[in-house]
């Protein structure tokens, strides 16, 4: 019988985190504050913890030790499993090898408990009580509910309103595990008001929910703020997907020749794709890396370079990234998770330098690629997921033409479980794509270019 799943044992939960910024060609520019100095970890503990923020700029260790207790938690979950995606070879009718990593098989549902798991257990060992944060689909707002249950800390959680409406069961899952939900914009803050005040139908975006958690942390005694994508230290905390891939892979007796993953600020990506990412600094391995983005959110593949917020009201520091600009509205597409202006600095860096590749796929073709995904292999993924699947279609199916036996990797970032309702309307044929004109991204950057002199 053909080997379908490659499982490792709890003890291979890798012990140290993989950290790139110490191996990367070029390292990334500096976020810098608003005075324009490069930003501190003294600047960064007024908002996150200290471990985060010693992370966040440590540019010199490869390899940073993965706690105990984390470890501990991992083991709730992981090894996740690495799969032979047979059922789609065959569907597509590909010579190429598809594998795919499983990150949708935790409780929670998507690779975001990885990062929130070690962010709380800073926050425990610092004595912090109260954690915000924002979240989109409501993935990253169910990972940290949990995890900041397990560490006995209070969480705070601005939804983007369009999700909290579209999506009222994550918005329930974040308050069973205790915590609580504020659709984005709201009144609770400054942010909130006077976005509402220019625009009071503001339907909320990750931009929106980042500016009134990041307020509230810096407003509450003993509370600070924890984000679940873009910045290196969730990043480095994602590595432990790639990490157990390439032991999984070896176990397979293959190697990828090409590693795709979903892009909305870049955690799931950097996590699949870093660890394989430094064979190819040292001349040993040639692999091609895709980042797949939503073509409604196009920053890779639309965006430029340039110095630009975090948020929407320009609460966080200037961070060097491929952008469409902080105030660009992303549509209301279903993959929440991906509607996000900007992308992290070490893989805006690394895509300025050539590293990597992004694609754009349509909210159509997404689905297209997530369904029969789903007839192929019997598990419904999440529709950021989706984006990865029609990026690893196209390459298994360049392989079909050209008759190469390619190896292709994927990350599963979650399951759709939760989003059926997205699926019930791409299945009545209700979804739609909403191209977005070069004018529209034009404007928005020259905004950035005129408020923004870095
Ligand atoms: C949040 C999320 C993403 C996008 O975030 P990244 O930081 O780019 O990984 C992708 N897939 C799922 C399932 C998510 O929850």
Avoid at 192 to 202: A, F, M, R, S, Y
Avoid at 215 to 225: I, Q
Wanted: proline fraction near 6%; glycine fraction near 8%; hydrophobic fraction near 35%.
């Amino acid at each position: 019988m053909k080997q379908k799943r490659f499982i490792l044992q709890e003890s291979e939960i890798p012990k140290q985190w993989y950290n790139i910024q110490a191996e990367m060609p070029n390292k990334p520019m500096p976020m810098l504050a608003p005075n324009g100095q490069p930003v501190t970890v003294d600047d960064l503990c007024h908002v996150f913890s200290r471990g985060a923020s010693e992370q966040e700029l440590n540019t010199t260790d490869a390899w940073i030790d993965i706690p105990e207790e984390v470890r501990q938690f991992y083991a709730y979950y992981r090894c996740t499993p690495l799969v032979r995606a047979y059922g789609l070879e065959e569907a597509l009718g590909t010579p190429a090898h598809i594998y795919f990593k499983n990150e949708s098989v935790n409780p929670l549902g998507s690779h975001k408990i990885n990062s929130a798991l070690p962010q709380m257990y800073f926050f425990k060992k610092e004595g912090i009580t109260n954690v915000t944060t924002e979240t989109g689909a409501g993935q990253w707002g169910a990972a940290l509910s949990y995890a900041a249950k397990l560490f006995g800390i209070e969480a705070a959680v601005y939804q983007v309103k369009i999700s909290y409406e579209q999506k009222p069961y994550r918005r329930s899952i974040m308050q069973t595990f205790g915590a609580l939900v504020t659709p984005s914009p709201s009144m609770s803050t400054r942010a909130g008001k006077d976005i509402l005040t220019k625009d009071p139908n503001h339907q909320g975006s990750l931009g929106t929910a980042i500016s009134e958690a990041v307020e509230l942390a810096v407003t509450t005694p003993n509370c600070r703020y924890s984000l679940g994508s873009v910045l290196n230290h969730v990043s480095l905390h994602q590595t432990v997907i790639g990490l157990e891939a390439e032991k999984q892979m070896e176990m397979a007796g293959e190697y990828p020749d090409v590693v795709i993953a979903c892009f909305g600020g870049g955690s799931n990506f950097s996590g699949i794709a870093y660890p394989f990412m430094r064979h190819n600094f040292s001349g040993e391995r040639h692999t091609r890396f895709i980042a797949a983005e939503p073509a409604n959110c196009p920053k890779l593949t639309r965006g430029e370079f340039h110095y630009d917020f975090g948020d929407e009201s320009g609460m966080t520091p200037l961070i060097p990234m491929f952008t469409l600009g902080h105030n660009f509205r992303p549509a209301n597409i279903h993959a929440g998770g991906l509607r996000y202006h900007g992308a992290g600095t070490i893989v805006s860096q690394l895509l300025k330098d050539k590293q990597l590749e992004a694609v754009d796929i349509d909210q159509i073709e997404s689905f297209d690629a997530g369904t029969l995904f789903a007839r192929a292999e019997g598990i419904i993924p999440a529709p950021e997921s989706n984006h990865a699947i029609a990026a690893t279609i196209r390459e298994a199916l360049k392989c079909k033409e050209t008759g190469e036996k390619k190896t292709i990797l994927f990350n599963l970032s979650g399951h759709g479980l939760i989003d059926m309702s997205a699926y019930d309307q791409y299945l009545a044929g209700n979804l739609v794509d909403a191209a977005i004109d070069d004018d529209v991204i034009a404007r928005n950057l020259k905004e950035i270019h005129e408020q923004i002199k870095f």
